[in-house]
């Protein structure tokens, strides 16, 4: 399984942007999905969650700014930044709970990936 992240670049504060991840491979059913990002000498945090019934959860630095969606169909993840901050500044990684090859969602087996990341550079 891969996930392959797209949409990062260069914005200027205030501004927004949109990051997808699509994940590919041997899928039989994904669970859960979410977005991390990792600033220059921090660590990574949590900055989405989706789970597979929908519901969303974001951090209280986050909230009502940014949204995350799935599109099931396409196995794919989207992060919708809007108003963004310097402080947003970092990369993110996409992750997924997900249910790969039949043995594993035969035995109900969730197995976690990462995502290379996607670098978002937000300009005062």
């Known amino acids: 399984v891969q996930l392959q992240a797209s949409g990062g670049g260069l914005v200027q504060s205030g501004k927004s942007l949109r990051l997808s991840c699509a994940a590919s491979g041997d899928i039989r059913a994904i669970d859960a999905l979410a977005w991390y990002r990792q600033a220059p000498g921090k660590q990574r945090e949590l900055v989405a969650h989706i789970s597979r019934d929908g519901s969303t959860n974001y951090p209280d630095s986050i909230l009502g700014r940014f949204i995350i969606s799935r599109d099931t169909a396409k196995n794919t993840v989207y992060l919708q930044m809007n108003n963004l901050e310097p402080e947003d500044m970092g990369r993110y990684y996409c992750?997924?709970?997900?249910?790969?090859?039949?043995?594993?969602?035969?035995?109900?087996?969730?197995?976690?990936?990462w995502g290379q990341g996607t670098l978002v550079t937000v300009s005062s």
């Open positions: 992750s997924t709970s997900l249910y790969s090859g039949q043995y594993c969602l035969v035995h109900k087996t969730l197995k976690d990936f």
